[in-house]
Each structure stands twice: as structure tokens, then as C-alpha cells.
């Protein structure tokens, strides 16, 4: 057994030769592999991100929103990090802007559609 470690381990032994592509050809897959992914699922999510943070910078008194929790309420003020929603006739509520879902009936588009 020994005798075998040594004889895989000699100075003189035999190097298998290297593939047509060299050492990129074992890269290769796993950069198509990077690829893949990135153009699946990193960039679509990029888009989504950039897409509400847009949602979140264009809110304004009157908008209709349903947060993370599932909570449904009307905007009533807007700060720069924080909303302020009417939940019922009494109730307000401040959470964080990124606590927003989405946006369900937009003021502005509930204007546009009563002209």
C-alpha cells in the first residue's frame, strides 16, 4: 500500500496531459452556471427591488397600501422614513415605509379616473 503512494508520488511519474481547454474548460461550467443565475434570478430581483423602492418614494396623502403584515390602510402623512396609516375610523398607525407591500388604489389614478 505504501509502495503505491510512493510510486504515485515519484519525481519521474507521469503527468496526465492537460484537456484541449486547459484549466478554463473546468470553469467553463461554472461560469455558464454564474450566468444562469444571475440572469434568472439576481436581475429580475434587482428590478423588483428598484421598481418598489419607486412605489415607496411616490407615496402620497390618500394611497391605498397593504403592508408586509397584511394590513390595509390609507396613507395620511408621509415622512421620509416613516407613513402614517388610518387603519378605522380612530385608528393611525406610523410603520417603517419598507413595511409597505403595495400600493392597492394609487390617489393620483383614482383623480384621473372620476375626470
Do not use: C, W
Request: charged fraction near 25%; glycine fraction near 8%; aromatic fraction near 6%.
Amino acid at each position: 500500500m505504501i509502495e503505491l503512494l510512493y510510486a504515485q508520488a515519484a519525481p519521474g511519474a507521469a503527468v496526465p496531459a492537460a484537456g484541449p481547454m486547459g484549466a478554463l474548460g473546468g470553469f467553463l461550467p461554472l461560469i455558464v452556471i454564474f450566468f444562469i443565475f444571475y440572469f434568472l434570478l439576481i436581475r429580475p430581483q434587482q428590478k423588483r427591488e428598484k421598481e418598489h423602492k419607486k412605489l415607496l418614494n411616490a407615496l402620497k396623502k390618500d394611497d391605498k397600501v397593504i403592508t408586509s403584515g397584511g394590513i390595509y390602510g390609507t396613507v395620511i402623512n408621509v415622512k421620509p422614513e416613516a407613513v402614517e396609516l388610518k387603519i378605522d375610523d380612530n385608528t393611525k398607525i406610523q410603520i417603517l415605509k419598507s413595511a409597505i407591500a403595495t400600493v392597492i388604489n394609487p390617489a393620483g389614478i383614482e383623480a384621473e379616473k372620476k375626470a
